[in-house]
T-cell receptor
Framework: DQQVKQNSPSLSVQEGRISILNCDYTNSMFDYFLWYKKYPAEGPTFLISISSIKDKNEDGRFTVFLNKSAKHLSLHIVPSQPGDSAVYFCAARPFNYGGSQGNLIFGKGTKLSVKP | SQTIHQWPATLVQPVGSPLSLECTVEGTSNPNLYWYRQAAGRGLQLLFYSVGIGQISSEVPQNLSASRPQDRQFILSSKKLLLSDSGFYLC???????????????FGQGTRLTVV
């Protein structure tokens, strides 16, 4: 059973417009959510994160919104650029008190294509 | 600065042959280490993680194994590969937080394994 879901396998957006990538989760015991960006044949790179005690975190063109009641988070990219074309993974970290667990749980990813 | 090295980048192996993928991290001590797999159409699946030398936790039962012979070395192995082992394998590290894993994981470049 998937705990982190990215229901859209792909998204196509025009350059300059907003890209909105969505992620839903089923477990209330996550304390951090992260977005990773992955180019073909490369490892994912960390993009932005948000703590479960916040509802918004902004970093340049990237903003992550968290709606805990809906168990939903989204990544907004404004304005979108062709270089943003990549696969975006949503990840969640289970909350753990003092243990060594808490490994990230990833969604299946959404492939974003930004058309010039 | 910290760096992670993973090799080889690509590998084609026949069914039934052994496997050894190696990952090393530089610039940090006592990192948490991970092996992930990204199979076609699926997200990043955690295979193994390690919080110290000789300490390996398996997340998914399979014919793969992992070892950590040194603090910053993580090896993924198999005695006999299956066709289903094909995929993109990623090594990652994170800082050991105070009792729990930090929010970010840093990934290697990945190994594209094709079992034929």
């Amino acid at each position: 059973d998937q705990q982190v879901k990215q229901n859209s396998p792909s998204l196509s957006v025009q350059e300059g417009r907003i890209s909105i990538l969505n992620c839903d989760y089923t477990n209330s015991m996550f304390d951090y959510f992260l977005w990773y960006k992955k180019y073909p044949a490369e490892g994912p790179t960390f993009l932005i994160s948000i703590s479960s005690i916040k509802d918004k975190n902004e970093d340049g063109r990237f903003t992550v919104f968290l709606n805990k009641s809906a168990k939903h988070l989204s990544l907004h990219i404004v304005p979108s650029q062709p270089g943003d074309s990549a696969v975006y993974f949503c990840a969640a970290r289970p909350f753990n008190y003092g243990g060594s667990q808490g490994n990230l749980i990833f969604g299946k990813g959404t492939k974003l294509s930004v058309k010039p | 600065s910290q760096t992670i090295h993973q090799w080889p980048a690509t590998l084609v192996q026949p069914v039934g042959s052994p496997l050894s993928l190696e990952c090393t991290v530089e610039g940090t001590s006592n990192p948490n280490l991970y092996w992930y797999r990204q199979a076609a159409g699926r997200g990043l699946q955690l295979l193994f993680y390690s919080v110290g030398i000789g300490q390996i936790s398996s997340e998914v039962p399979q014919n793969l194994s992992a070892s950590r012979p040194q603090d910053r070395q993580f090896i993924l192995s198999s005695k006999k590969l299956l066709l289903s082992d094909s995929g993109f394998y990623l090594c990652a590290w994170s800082l050991p937080g105070q009792g729990y894993i930090s929010t970010e994981a840093f990934f290697g470049q990945g190994t594209r394994l094709t079992v034929v």
